[in-house]
């Protein structure tokens, strides 16, 4: 089975901090994604990862970075966390050339945020 | 462009109805689509997807979906609900290169005793 890993399921900063979300995949995916879910709006990609070092901007990057050294693994960062930046950030893979037809993506757990 | 449309945000049908969540696709390609569950406080998981075989897509739990170009939809069914299916729905839309995925703003579907 595949299994996509977050390192933490709630967690609390304070405004101003620098925050570390990590996602670890252990099916060798070429894809890596990072959304926030927030009510009502549906998953927004924050940044998308196609390979090792390599990352495109999604649709909000503003105020986050992103970081893949690895191919298991791809971290978001936020710089200096922001209260607006508190939400649900879900972590996902894919292989966009699966040889058996499973393109679809695969989630982590999700981290709960909160910025106080 | 690629989009989805979700129709209802929130649905409530009774234990053993029938379950009818809606999504429409707007694609500028061929498009994969899938729907995803989501269970309160955990990630999304595949439900279903169409990758251009069978327009009628079975999938876990009971549940299929449809194709139908003509009508740009892609609606999630399931005959009889019940009490575990109380959660929130996504469908996505992806073009053929599988990088880049569009999700609707999301389906709660209660379901009551």
């Known amino acids: 089975d595949v299994k996509v890993t977050q390192s933490s399921r709630y967690l609390v900063k304070r405004t101003g901090e620098k925050v570390f979300l990590e996602c670890v995949q252990d099916?060798?995916?070429?894809?890596m994604f990072w959304y926030r879910q927030d009510p009502g709006l549906g998953l927004r990609l924050i940044y998308f990862?196609?390979?090792?070092?390599?990352?495109e901007k999604g649709d909000i990057p503003e105020g986050y970075s992103v970081s893949r050294e690895k191919k298991e693994r791809f971290s978001l960062i936020l710089e200096s966390a922001s209260t607006n930046q508190t939400s649900m950030y879900l972590c996902?893979?894919?292989?966009?050339?699966?040889?058996?037809?499973?393109?679809?993506?695969?989630f982590g757990p999700g981290t709960r945020l909160t910025v106080t | 462009a690629q989009s989805v449309t979700q129709l209802g945000s929130h649905v409530s049908v009774s234990e053993g109805a029938l379950v009818l969540l809606r999504c429409n696709y707007s694609?500028?390609?061929?498009?994969?689509l899938f729907w995803y569950v989501q269970y309160p406080n955990q990630g999304l998981q595949l439900l279903l997807k169409y990758t251009s075989a069978a327009t009628l897509v079975k999938g876990i739990n009971g549940f299929e979906a449809e194709f139908k170009k003509s009508e740009t939809s892609f609606h999630l069914t399931k005959p009889s609900a019940h009490m575990s299916d109380a959660a929130e729905y996504f469908c996505?839309?992806?073009?053929?290169?599988?990088?880049?995925?569009?999700f609707g703003s999301g389906t709660k579907l209660n379901v009551k005793p």
């Open positions: 990862s196609y390979d090792v070092k390599m990352k």
């Open positions: 099916m060798d995916h070429e894809n």
């Open positions: 694609s500028s390609v061929p498009p994969y």
């Open positions: 996505a839309v992806t073009p053929y290169n599988f990088n880049k995925f569009y």
């Open positions: 996902a893979s894919n292989s966009p050339g699966s040889r058996t037809g499973s393109y679809e993506q695969y």
